[in-house]
């Protein structure tokens, strides 16, 4: 059974992470500016808003302490105090193209993709840009080290997502939106780096690949963003089961709960879909598999 579990009415919820210490799901409204958190035992949420849009969220080795990934540049956080600081690592490309999903590495390392900036500043959709996807793309994939140093591991990206590794940390998943792709590479642990791309899972009729999770067994949990639904993927590439969500826009999802049987699932409701009044809440249903613990960054 699927439940609404926060009614926030995000533009673009996104960027899921389960903090196991203090039961809470931290997420992001991309187009407010927003940091949400999500208190399990009171169902409670508290928001946070920043300077410029928020991408992607991650724990970090340091108890109390995340990682944002903002629409130019990567801060830490500390919730309880607001106290925010720079990280280093700032996006050349900024303001024609921005950073999207992201998440650490098993080894501490933090992934993030980039994309065509599609937003206004206010955080309002930039329309012309939207009607113009089919142009080249100025999406980048990087690494960036645990020591701050970053690099770039793939170029002409149309629009990165799902960034998640397999339970033995030896396969890396990270997805293309506009091409309809995942792709899986080959992850090296001794030196963090990745091979070539295979591809995955490509061409499912229903809405493009947005976040996605692993669980236990290693089936990939996608996200379809204008298919309003979640697709579990087996480690071979096909289709498991598809679960039918509430709304169309779908956008990323997590593990939580105190055994990691509970997913949690964020959507989107910028587009306004007609009747669909929950279209940007928070979701969650229960899995017979579990998922894994949350990488933490350690940069």
Not at 46 to 57: M, Q
Not at 103 to 117: E, K
Not at 120 to 141: M, N, Q, S, Y
Request: with cysteine; net charge negative.
């Amino acid at each position: 059974m699927i439940r609404c579990r926060a009614v926030t009415g995000d533009r673009c919820g996104e960027g899921a992470v389960w903090d196991d210490a203090h039961r809470a799901l931290y997420w992001c409204d991309i187009n407010r500016f927003l940091v949400h958190r999500f208190d399990e035992a009171s169902a409670s949420v508290t928001s946070w808003i920043f300077d410029e849009p928020v991408v992607a969220v991650a724990l970090t080795l340091t108890p109390g302490q995340l990682i944002l990934a903002l629409a130019s540049r990567l801060i830490r956080w500390t919730p309880a105090s607001d106290m925010r600081e720079d990280v280093g690592f700032h996006l050349a490309d900024y303001p024609i193209a921005r950073l999207n999903d992201g998440r650490p590495d098993p080894q501490g390392n933090f992934w993030v993709g980039s994309m065509q900036n599609n937003l206004k500043p206010d955080g309002d959709l930039d329309l012309e840009v939207e009607g113009h996807w089919a142009l080249p793309g100025h999406g980048k994939l990087f690494r960036i080290a645990k020591g701050g140093a970053h690099s770039i591991h793939r170029s002409n990206v149309g629009t990165s997502n799902t960034v998640c590794w397999s339970p033995n940390g030896r396969k890396f998943y990270f997805g293309d939106s506009q091409a309809n792709e995942i792709n899986a590479f080959e992850f090296d642990p001794e030196t963090s780096l990745i091979g070539e791309a295979r591809t995955f899972f490509s061409g499912f009729p229903r809405g493009g690949p947005d976040g996605s999770a692993v669980d236990s067994l290693g089936y990939l949990w996608n996200c379809r963003f204008g298919g309003g639904c979640i697709v579990r993927v087996a480690p071979d590439g096909k289709v498991d089961r598809v679960i039918e969500m509430p709304c169309t826009d779908v956008t990323t999802c997590t593990f939580g709960g105190p055994d990691l049987r509970t997913l949690y699932v964020t959507t989107a409701s910028m587009r306004q879909h007609k009747g669909e009044r929950l279209a940007g809440s928070l979701f969650s249903f229960e899995c017979e598999a579990p998922g894994l613990p949350e990488n933490r960054a350690a940069i």
